[in-house]
């Protein structure tokens, strides 16, 4: 099973700031990595596919990079609805999927 | 749009069954996977495992294997998860989700509550 480590487990950030998460794999996932979003009580939100892709209508201040074990998600300016909880999830080893533990994004 | 459309909340005894379904619109439901994901309250998110609805062919996580199961209706465009032998630690919300590599989108979530 591939482990996927994220970091922190908690980020606080001024709105405005920039924020910047960690994603790491236990062996290599090629760019077989995707970024998601969950807001309390609400389903998970796919934010970026291939590591680096924006899903449709995620906004531009979203930015994903990283190949192999090592990833990040960045948010350039945050904003009031940026404060979430963030997963990582690996899709190299089919079928076998496998999530991060999640990094809280909390308002400083 | 697309769209997964998930049954209601369930509380269930220890030792029981559930069995969650998962209605899709908007793409030709035999045309991806639907995979399932729960969330145990304030816990990340656990893979369950995957259907295709096209052949029905399955596979689970090695923790759920022998208490899963994943089925499909494709006339309704439904597919289904039925967790058996039920205890408190499957308390949780448990989420279908359309596979292209991805998961997008995601049902509502249905909470299955296990309580005495």
């Known amino acids: 099973e591939i482990v996927m480590t994220q970091s922190p487990a908690t980020l606080s950030v001024s709105p405005g700031e920039r924020a910047t998460l960690s994603c790491r794999a236990s062996?290599?996932?090629?760019?077989?990595l995707a970024w998601y979003q969950q807001k309390p009580g609400q389903a998970p939100r796919l934010l970026i596919y291939g590591a680096s892709t924006r899903a449709t209508g995620i906004p531009a201040r979203f930015s994903g990079s990283g190949s192999g074990t090592e990833f990040t998600l960045t948010i350039s300016s945050l904003q009031s609805e940026d404060f979430a909880v963030y997963y990582c999830?690996?899709?190299?080893?089919?079928?076998?999927?496998?999530f991060g533990q999640g990094t809280k994004l909390e308002i400083k | 749009q697309v769209q997964l459309v998930q049954s209601g909340a369930e509380v269930k005894k220890p030792g029981a069954s559930v069995k969650v379904s998962c209605k899709a619109s908007g793409y030709t439901f035999t045309s991806y996977d639907i995979n399932w994901v729960r969330q145990a309250t304030g816990q990340g998110l656990e893979w369950m495992g995957w259907?295709?609805?096209?052949?029905?062919?399955?596979g689970y996580a090695q923790k759920f294997q022998g208490r899963v199961t994943m089925t499909r209706n494709t006339s309704i465009s439904t597919a289904y998860m039925e967790l058996s032998s039920l205890r408190s630690e499957d308390t949780a919300v448990y989420y279908c989700a359309r596979e292209g590599g991805w998961f997008d989108p995601w049902g509502q979530g249905t909470l299955v509550t296990v309580s005495s």
């Open positions: 259907m295709n609805p096209n052949s029905g062919n399955t």
């Open positions: 999830q690996q899709y190299n080893n089919w079928p076998q999927y496998t």
């Open positions: 062996q290599s996932v090629s760019s077989n």
